[in-house]
């Protein structure tokens, strides 16, 4: 068993950044995929982006890239996600997950452990 927390969401002007962290703890955390989620009101989950296990590769949701960063750091059982230029289209629910699956990234089926997620709330 994996278990994931978020944290690091909030309320932040258009424009701002926040960065968000997701911590792990049991299973060996290095061998697990994490991928980045979100859900806004009355939409569907959205993937927004990507890390291997060893942080070498990366994936990004067109909408983020050049704004979104991912990285681990697996001393730390920790995943961020660095938000830049956030816009009200970034409000949601986020939500981090973990995989072995060798599926498409953005595949959220693929994703055995969830984390409860931290709300981001974008406004003036």
């Known amino acids: 068993q994996l278990h994931l927390v978020e944290s690091g969401g909030g309320l932040v002007q258009p424009g701002g950044s926040l960065r968000l962290s997701c911590a792990a703890s049991g299973l060996a955390f290095d061998g697990y995929s994490i991928g980045w989620f979100r859900q806004a009101p009355g939409k569907g989950r959205e993937a927004v982006a990507y890390?291997?296990?060893?942080?070498?590769?990366?994936n990004y949701t067109d909408s983020v890239k050049g704004r979104f960063t991912i990285s681990r750091d697996n001393a730390k059982n920790t995943v961020y996600l660095q938000m830049n230029s956030l816009n009200t289209e970034d409000t949601a629910v986020y939500h981090c997950?973990?995989?072995?699956?060798?599926?498409?990234?953005?595949?959220?089926?693929?994703?055995?452990?969830w984390g409860q997620g931290t709300q981001v709330t974008v406004s003036s």
């Open positions: 997950a973990a995989t072995t699956s060798g599926g498409p990234w953005y595949w959220d089926w693929e994703y055995d452990y």
């Open positions: 890390i291997s296990p060893d942080g070498g590769s990366t």
